[in-house]
């Protein structure tokens, strides 16, 4: 892949309601004060950040809006977890591939950051593309922005510059919610949405603990569990370990990666993001969290000090994202998925957690454990005729067919193949 790192320029351009300004750096003190005191009609000044440096130079004004603005549902737009992304992913990076660069739009209203888009920009195939920065260990995309008078008004704004300025053909964001706060705007602007999925969640805050909220399932449920408890427990000792942060956090973070894969190659399927070295290392430093800490919680069972069953969630606001939930295949007739599952959310009681959330794709599993789902798209835009052909031909047409034949193909020819679809 050839090195698609943004460059910066200075452009000063006025649309509506924004003064639009393109840097590499933004070089602004931000003022106390929310953002509901700005006038609507107060212009808003874009910067398109396009180095680490000045990505690294964001991070307070990026926490203080996050603090004040984000839903629990922008777990992964937090700057921390971005910056372990960086680590790993960003062109330059140790282990990092080239191509991939930074493309992060920010807004400042009266001085003031009030929006961010976490994105990156790579050419793959002479198509170059802007995506979530996160991709592929985010699992929910979306811009943060603030409480604002005119939040559409200015989303359309910012469109507008990243049309203009981000220098790509295509804009591709996965994995956004239906109450994502860049969905109107992607609805208004006509993107293309694509690959529906839904994610289930469980309302922990509609119970007052953990004994009341069981009871919505069923009798059967709650005994098959017990009786797989009764029988792990004959098999020897028994323990539970909730760990946040160090060399234990992180071992067993590289352990879920080994068995998620190993599931995944005794049914016969591949997966290129599991297979990638850098999803390994950056799980491994987020469960460490040695610097930039993300929330992320990791949870064992083991039996007779053998793993047999392993979670890794990240909590933010009152949710917990429960991104990995594994088990030992040697443990895969003995429940022990659903028996961790279990005393995760009885933990979470423990923890204020309102929302589990089991994140799409809605599997047959995660359904029997939620209390609703709320649907996710994945969304595309072309920015140039180039990329109009590429939405059009490929990723509207012949995308899912291509993906619909790869699962027909045997398995030792699967591998390869999908190292091909971008």
């Known amino acids: 892949m050839s090195l698609a790192t943004a460059t910066a320029s200075t452009v000063s351009a006025r649309l509506s309601t924004a003064s639009l300004k393109d840097?590499?750096?933004?070089?602004?003190?931000a003022p106390h004060g929310n953002a509901d005191t700005f006038a609507a009609d107060a212009p808003i000044e874009f910067t398109l950040i396009t180095t680490r440096d000045a990505f690294d130079a964001l991070e307070d004004e990026w926490n203080a809006l996050?603090?004040?603005?984000?839903?629990?549902?922008?777990?992964?737009?937090t700057f921390n977890w971005n910056w372990h992304w960086a680590n790993h992913y960003l062109s330059g990076a140790p282990g990092g591939m080239g191509g991939i660069g930074l493309c992060v739009l920010a807004g400042y209203r009266d001085g003031k950051l009030v929006m961010v888009w976490p994105l990156v920009r790579e050419r793959v195939r002479g198509i170059a593309q802007i995506f979530w920065m996160g991709e592929p260990v985010s699992q929910y995309g979306d811009v943060l922005?603030?409480?604002?008078?005119?939040?559409?008004?200015?989303?359309?704004?910012?469109?507008n510059y990243l049309r203009k300025h981000a220098r790509a053909d295509v804009m591709r964001l996965r994995r956004v919610r239906e109450?994502?706060?860049?969905?109107?705007?992607?609805?208004?602007?006509?993107?293309?949405?694509?690959?529906?999925?839904?994610?289930?969640?469980?309302?922990?805050?509609?119970a007052e603990n953990f004994a009341a909220y069981e009871q919505r399932y069923s009798s059967k449920a709650r005994r098959n569990r017990r009786r797989f408890m009764r029988r792990l427990e004959e098999q020897g000792h028994v323990s539970f370990a909730r760990i946040?942060?160090?060399?234990?956090?992180?071992?067993?973070?590289?352990?879920?990666?080994?068995?998620?894969?190993?599931?995944?190659?005794?049914?016969?399927?591949?997966?290129?993001?599991?297979?990638?070295?850098r999803m390994r290392s950056f799980f491994a430093d987020v469960a460490d969290a040695a610097s930039h800490p993300t929330g992320c919680v990791v949870s064992s069972l083991t039996s007779n000090d053998d793993v047999a069953a392993l979670d890794v969630s990240f909590a933010c606001k009152g949710r917990l994202a429960v991104h990995m939930i594994v088990f030992n295949l040697a443990y895969e007739k003995a429940g022990v998925g659903g028996l961790l599952m279990e005393h995760c959310i009885s933990d979470a009681f423990d923890e204020d957690i309102a929302t589990f959330d089991l994140l799409a794709p809605g599997d047959a599993y995660k359904l029997e454990w939620a209390?609703?789902?709320?649907?996710?798209?994945?969304?595309?835009?072309?920015?140039?005729?180039?990329?109009?052909?590429?939405?059009?031909?490929?990723?509207?047409?012949?995308?899912?067919?291509?993906?619909?034949?790869?699962?027909?193909v045997p398995k030792s020819l699967r591998k390869r193949l999908n190292s091909f679809l971008p």
């Open 145 to 159: 922005i603030d409480d604002l008078p005119d939040a559409l008004p200015a989303l359309k704004d910012a469109w």
């Open 23 to 29: 840097n590499s750096a933004p070089e602004r003190t």
């Open 66 to 77: 996050f603090a004040r603005a984000a839903t629990s549902a922008q777990v992964f737009q």
């Open 179 to 206: 109450d994502a706060r860049v969905a109107p705007l992607l609805h208004v602007i006509g993107a293309s949405a694509s690959n529906p999925q839904r994610a289930p969640y469980l309302d922990l805050a509609s």
């Open 371 to 408: 209390d609703s789902t709320i649907g996710t798209n994945d969304w595309s835009q072309a920015l140039s005729l180039k990329g109009s052909a590429y939405v059009e031909i490929y990723l509207n047409r012949l995308r899912g067919q291509i993906k619909s034949t790869l699962a027909s």
């Open 244 to 277: 946040h942060g160090g060399a234990e956090a992180r071992a067993m973070a590289e352990r879920a990666i080994d068995m998620k894969t190993a599931w995944l190659a005794s049914r016969g399927l591949f997966s290129q993001a599991l297979a990638d070295k």
